[in-house]
């Protein structure tokens, strides 16, 4: 029970330093499994999913050290254990990795299918061919636990993926990395994350070669030694601060990032009016120069605008005069967080794919929920632009994905409060 409490309408002014990856932790975290050595990991975010990642782990077996606030210490050599089942594992949508690594280390893997964020069904079917591809055949246990195995060491093999699928191409390269021989990855996703995993894996050994575009080749090595090893810079974060600050009119510098992730973020932010200077590993967004205009997205894989910014930049949209146009391409359902805005004032009808954003009118604040991570991230957008007070629920989404987000946003100068509520008093105890 509890909940962001934001005073609206302070515009955001200042400087945020940008955590690491939560899409590349969840992956590089149980992608040590496959290692024969400990490693350290750096650049770990401090969020909810790599604290529940790093106690699976332990669940399993291995050494987890938390060695300050961003490294991490794993030793995977006395994880003794292919079976994933426990509650936690089914707390986590990224749980699915477990597969692809556990299958990796020991030929066979018994995991509980994932939970976690809840936009719309999350089929796994593509990550399953890939595995099947390799020599593991797979059942569904209950409904709820999927044990996959191979009768000997896996063997390379070609694989074609239907759609592009960030966790089949991840969960794939898990599995091949110590198969016997070449998979090829076709159709293959192009995310930051999956070059930042492959750097992982290739760092303490692995061939694995062509991450970043469409065809990803990995040889199958026998031996991963242990690395040192630090994640990329979260793109969603820096993508949500940045629509933070155009949404209030306010000027910030996002900090450790690196742009070029950022591109066609930064592309929509300049054509609705925001000046933009980009540096090595920083962005300026500068919204106080003219008045924004509308503009139309289509979230695709990337390079394409990432549909995680897609609930935060429709909020933004919504702040600004004109028509606006998003087609979710993506996933089929992301707009549950529509109707907490339209609570809040916002215009904006949803068909289908599509969200059709009257622009414009001022939000006012109320209370509302998250729905999933983005969602929640777009509602305290919207609560900082609101009048009055915005009251977010449900916050244990946020706090999957964002670390210190109410400190960060302090820090630019907005009103916001994390408050722990009595629930049968409905009292607030403490701030
Ligand atoms: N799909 C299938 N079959 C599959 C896999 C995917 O039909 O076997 C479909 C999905 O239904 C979806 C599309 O393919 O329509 C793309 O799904 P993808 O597999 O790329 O998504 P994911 O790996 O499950 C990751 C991120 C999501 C992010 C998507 C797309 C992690 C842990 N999650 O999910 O992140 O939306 O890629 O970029 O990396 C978030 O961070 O808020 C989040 C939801």
């Avoid at 089942?85 to 477990?98: E, H, I, P």
């Avoid at 509602?379 to 706090?399: F, H, K, P, R």
Wanted: net charge neutral; hydrophobic share 40%; with cysteine.
């Amino acid at each position: 029970m509890e909940k962001y409490v934001i005073n609206g309408g302070k515009v955001l002014d200042g400087e945020v330093t940008i955590s690491g990856a939560k899409n590349a932790a969840v992956a590089i975290i149980p992608a040590v499994i496959l290692c024969d050595e400990p490693c350290r990991i750096e650049n770990i975010p401090n969020i909810s999913d790599v604290s529940l990642i790093g106690r699976i782990l332990q669940q399993l077996g291995a050494e987890v050290k938390r060695i300050d606030k961003s490294t991490l210490y794993i030793d995977p050599r006395m994880i003794n254990s292919h079976v994933a089942t426990t509650d936690l594992v089914r707390g986590m949508r990224a749980s699915y990795y477990l597969l692809g690594a556990l299958l990796g280390r020991y030929n066979k893997a018994k995991v509980a299918l994932p939970g976690g964020c809840n936009f719309c069904a999350r089929p796994i079917d593509q990550h399953l061919k890939g595995f099947a591809a390799l020599g593991a055949r797979h059942e569904l246990v209950n409904g709820a636990i999927i044990d996959v195995k191979a009768d000997s060491r896996l063997q390379g093999n070609s694989v074609y993926l239907d759609m592009v699928s960030v966790g089949a191409t991840m969960n794939i390269m898990l599995a091949a990395v110590k198969a016997e021989g070449l998979t090829v990855i076709e159709n293959a996703a192009k995310e930051p994350h999956i070059v930042d995993l492959a750097n992982f894996l290739n760092s303490m050994g692995a061939q694995i070669r062509g991450a970043g575009t469409d065809v990803i080749k990995i040889r199958g090595v026998d031996y991963l030694h242990g690395v040192t090893y630090s994640i990329i810079p979260d793109q969603i974060e820096a993508g949500t601060y940045m629509c933070a600050a155009a949404a209030t009119r306010g000027r910030v510098l996002v900090k450790n990032i690196t742009p070029k992730h950022l591109d066609s973020i930064t592309a929509k932010l300049r054509e609705i009016g925001c000046e933009i200077k980009e540096y090595d590993e920083a962005i300026l967004v500068d919204a106080t120069k003219k008045p924004l205009t509308r503009c139309n997205i289509k979230t695709m894989p990337h390079p394409g605008f990432p549909t995680d910014c897609q609930p935060q930049f429709t909020t933004l949209l919504a702040t600004v005069n004109g028509t606006s146009i998003v087609n979710e391409n993506v996933w089929e359902t992301r707009y549950q967080y529509v109707s907490e805005l339209t609570l809040m004032g916002a215009h904006i009808s949803v068909e289908g794919r599509l969200a059709i954003i009257e622009g414009g009118s001022k939000l006012k604040g109320a209370p509302v929920k998250a729905t999933d991570l983005r969602a929640g991230a777009a509602l305290v957008i919207a609560g900082l632009c609101a009048d009055g007070v915005t009251e977010v629920g449900s916050i244990q989404y946020i706090e999957r994905g964002y670390e210190n987000i109410t400190e960060k946003l302090r820090a630019l100068g907005a009103d916001i409060k994390k408050v722990y509520k009595d629930e049968s008093s409905d009292n607030v105890l403490r701030a």
